[in-house]
């Protein structure tokens, strides 16, 4: 079977693990200070250091378990019960279960038919006095209208979440995605363009958030025992800000995301390649559209790669053709207002259309020319 999304590990990876394992500290520690350093370095342009203006530092940023453990903590810190939170329907599951599980109001939102990102307007047509926060993604990588999206929340004092779980390293002109929210969140599971086994990062505008979030990840601990050294006479005494869970992450996993750092221009480069594939031997297809190109002002981290047949009827029928011949498709993400538990009886007419016509092929740069060939073909037989 050809795998939708797949992780490239190898002996560097291996190699880096096995210091942690001689290190003997296999908790948080040096590993996770580095990885920390060197993704903000990564995050900060060439173009925006030599303006003199540090887009994110280690002051910006901290590592945290997984990227819904991180949604959650977002929406902890902004919202509270009876608030309302603005999401698109098409997004990942975490974000509603983050903002039901605080006894906040989930709205849903319309998403562009072809992108698949969130709509500007009708984001605004849903702001009300009890709007609190607006969580958003980059649907397959490509970058959503964040600026315009970023402008309306500072219109109306919303703070902004940004779920940049698809989009590590996207830009809009030099800016990274995951920059222009109040908060910024990546996952590095194992289905990510960057992985470390389970794991995510948080980037905070507000140094205060940063701080707040610290110790909300860390037992709500006001003392600074561990990671950092700084310890009291007494280290043993301790308060506790709040009672809150441990959502860290260690060393071992610190080891594999700064190996797979060094990868990543490569990795995304690649996935780059098969994209433009696609494109080129599905675009003239006349029972299929394949993505809109992608604005030149804009990067992609090329996470997904969506096709949408024209009728209903072909996209049910292309996946089941497609998985009988080895090869796995899937559709992300299923609207989050048709889930039941949700309770919601929204019209979202985009929404309900390309669920019914988008299919996600694979797209990951461990799959061969042989494998692209072979999804192309496939594809192009089916009619
Ligand atoms: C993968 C993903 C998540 C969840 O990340 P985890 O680290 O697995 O919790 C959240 N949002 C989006 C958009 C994702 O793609």
């Not at 397959?140 to 402008?151: F, L």
């Not at 389970?198 to 905070?204: A, E």
């Not at 060393?251 to 700064?258: F, H, L, V």
Request: aromatic share 10%; hydrophobic share 35%.
């Amino acid at each position: 079977m050809i795998n939708i999304y797949q992780p490239t590990l190898g002996k560097e990876e291996l190699k880096a693990v096995e210091e942690v394992f001689k290190s003997n500290w296999l908790g948080r520690g040096p590993k996770t200070k580095e990885f920390i350093k060197q993704f903000a370095t990564k995050l900060t342009t060439d173009c925006f250091e030599s303006m003199g203006f540090i887009q994110a530092s280690e002051k910006n940023l901290l590592t945290i378990s997984s990227c819904t453990e991180g949604l959650f903590q977002a929406v902890e810190l902004y919202v509270k019960e009876g608030d309302e939170v603005i999401l698109p329907s098409v997004s990942f599951i975490g974000a509603a279960n983050a903002v039901v599980s605080k006894k906040a109001i989930p709205v849903f939102c319309d998403v562009n038919k072809r992108t698949l990102n969130p709509s500007v307007e009708d984001i605004e047509s849903k702001i009300t006095k009890k709007t609190k926060a607006v969580i958003v993604i980059h649907y397959a990588g490509v970058p959503c209208d964040i600026e315009r999206i970023m402008n309306l929340c500072s219109q109306y004092n919303i703070k902004l979440i940004e779920d940049n779980a698809n989009s590590p390293f996207s830009r809009v002109n030099v800016k990274s995605t995951g920059t222009f929210g109040d908060i910024g969140l990546w996952s590095f599971d194992s289905m990510k363009q960057l992985v470390m086994g389970d794991g995510g990062m948080v980037y905070c505008k507000n140094y205060e958030d940063k701080k707040k979030l610290d110790k909300l990840t860390y037992m709500g601990l006001e003392s600074k025992s561990g990671f950092s050294n700084i310890v009291d006479k007494k280290w043993w005494e301790f308060d506790i800000s709040s009672p809150s869970r441990r959502s860290i992450t260690n060393d071992i996993q610190a080891a594999i995301g700064i190996e797979q750092l060094k990868k990543i221009d490569t990795q995304i480069a690649k996935r780059r390649l098969i994209h433009d594939a696609y494109t080129k031997e599905l675009g003239d297809l006349n029972w299929l559209l394949v993505p809109e190109p992608i604005d030149p002002t804009t990067t992609s981290s090329y996470y997904m790669y969506h096709i949408q047949t024209k009728t209903e009827n072909d996209r049910d029928k292309l996946a089941k053709y497609l998985r009988d011949k080895g090869i796995y498709t899937t559709f992300r993400y299923y609207p989050l207002h048709w889930v039941e538990y949700f309770n919601c009886n929204n019209k979202l007419t985009n929404t309900e259309y390309l669920a019914k016509h988008t299919l996600c092929i694979p797209l990951h740069q461990g799959l061969s020319q042989k494998d692209v060939h072979k999804i192309i073909e496939s594809i192009k037989e089916f009619k």
